[in-house]
């Protein structure tokens, strides 16, 4: 028995539809997916890629080596540019403008979530830094009557909850305290 040719076309058409409306609530589903990406978990994804960032209208280009359990921040392995050595750098991710180098493919959210959670926290990573020569870039900086600074330059002589205090030379009762909501980026000197 031969199929009739009217009824291989409305198949045709009927599957024809079908796949349409697949694709459709596959694009549906795809930017709800993306929809609901944060900037947080594509750096999370990111993790051991290099990737290069605009912070405040600097550049800074390194290794994404972590981000932290508060998704406030991200921990960059940049290369030195006199030496051979590489440094770290701490950068809040509300100061990144743009960022080049993150993986295109949507991240599992709540899994990305998840493991930042459990993962590197900014705090334990800064009083780590205890004694360090860092470079801390501060949001609309004036450091003691010099308008122009915009880094400020000292070993970590304490970290607080909200604050890191900085022994830039002067006496102890002027150390430099800083409060880590207006930190930028801060970068350890070793």
């Known amino acids: 028995m ?7 076309q ?3 058409s009927v599957q024809t539809q079908l796949d349409s409306e697949v694709m459709a609530e596959a694009a549906e589903l795809a930017e709800a ?5 944060t900037l947080v978990a594509r750096f999370t994804q990111a993790r051991g890629e290099r990737v290069d960032l605009n912070v405040c209208g600097s550049r800074c280009t390194g290794t994404l080596t972590e981000v932290s359990a508060s998704g ?25 403008n ?3 180098g993150l993986p ?3 991240a599992p959210v709540a899994e990305s979530l998840a493991r930042t959670r459990i993962g590197f926290r900014e705090g334990s990573w ?5 004694g360090n020569r860092v470079s801390i870039r501060i949001q609309h900086c004036a450091v003691l009557g010099h308008p122009e600074a915009t880094h400020v330059h000292g070993r970590v002589a304490a970290v607080g909850r909200d604050f890191i205090e900085i022994d830039n030379g002067e006496r102890i009762d002027q150390r430099l305290v800083v409060a880590l909501a207006s930190v930028i980026s801060m970068k350890v000197a070793q």
């Open 33 to 37: 997916q993306w929809g609901e990406m």
């Open 72 to 96: 406030e921040f991200i921990l960059l392995t940049v290369a030195d540019g006199e030496s051979a050595r590489t440094r770290e750098c701490l950068i809040r991710t509300s100061c990144i």
């Open 126 to 130: 800064m009083r780590g830094q205890w």
């Open 104 to 106: 295109r493919g949507l």
């Open 98 to 100: 743009s960022a080049r």
């Open 10 to 12: 409305a198949q045709a």
């Open 2 to 8: 031969e199929i009739p040719e009217v009824w291989l």
